[in-house]
């Protein structure tokens, strides 16, 4: 993992007021990218609950600053976002919070195509590049 940029990506975070320390940050980013590629090689989604397991929080506010720390990592290295891996239970899709960040990077305009189009799109992207 590219640590410089990373931390790049986690002053963005913080300077979009989430609450969160380095020392915290940069491992389970860097944990929940590694969960994520596993799940690619299995052709597989994995649940909020189940990754949060995975990686040792139980707060789903945490995880959710992980992942967006994630998907502007992936951003800046022009990789698809991982974080389209990860879904509800219920839906079998990723939450809303996934689809804002995506509008706010211009990788989904909910004026082209619905949630479930870009989820198929992104999720096909993900699998083809990792």
Same mark, same amino acid.
């Not at 596993?38 to 600053?65: A, C, F, M, P």
């Not at 698809?80 to 879904?87: E, G, I, K, Y």
């Given at each position: 993992?590219?640590?410089?940029?990373?931390?790049?990506?986690?002053?963005?975070?913080?300077?979009?007021?989430?609450?969160?320390?380095? *020392?915290?940050?940069?491992?389970? /980013? #860097? &944990?929940?990218?590694?969960?994520?590629?596993?799940?690619? *090689?299995?052709? #597989?989604?994995?649940?909020?609950? #189940?990754?949060?397991?995975?990686?040792?929080?139980?707060?789903?506010?945490?995880?959710?600053?992980?992942?967006?720390?994630?998907?502007?990592? *992936?951003?800046?290295?022009?990789?698809?976002?991982? !974080?389209?891996? /990860?879904?509800?239970?219920?839906?079998?899709?990723?939450?809303?919070?996934?689809?804002? &960040? !995506?509008?706010?990077?211009?990788?989904?305009?909910?004026?082209?195509?619905?949630?479930?189009?870009?989820?198929?799109?992104? #999720?096909?992207?993900?699998?083809?590049?990792?």
């Amino acid at each position: 993992m590219d640590f410089n940029l990373l931390y790049d990506v986690f002053e963005r975070t913080k300077a979009e007021g989430h609450q969160t320390r380095w *020392n915290m940050f940069k491992p389970r /980013v #860097s &944990q929940v990218r590694g969960e994520l590629i596993e799940n690619v *090689n299995n052709w #597989s989604q994995v649940t909020y609950e #189940s990754l949060g397991r995975e990686i040792n929080t139980d707060h789903r506010k945490y995880l959710g600053i992980y992942l967006h720390g994630l998907t502007y990592y *992936n951003y800046e290295r022009n990789e698809p976002p991982l !974080a389209v891996l /990860v879904v509800t239970e219920e839906t079998r899709r990723p939450g809303d919070g996934f689809y804002e &960040q !995506a509008e706010e990077l211009g990788i989904y305009d909910p004026a082209v195509e619905t949630e479930d189009e870009a989820f198929e799109r992104l #999720s096909h992207e993900v699998f083809q590049f990792y």
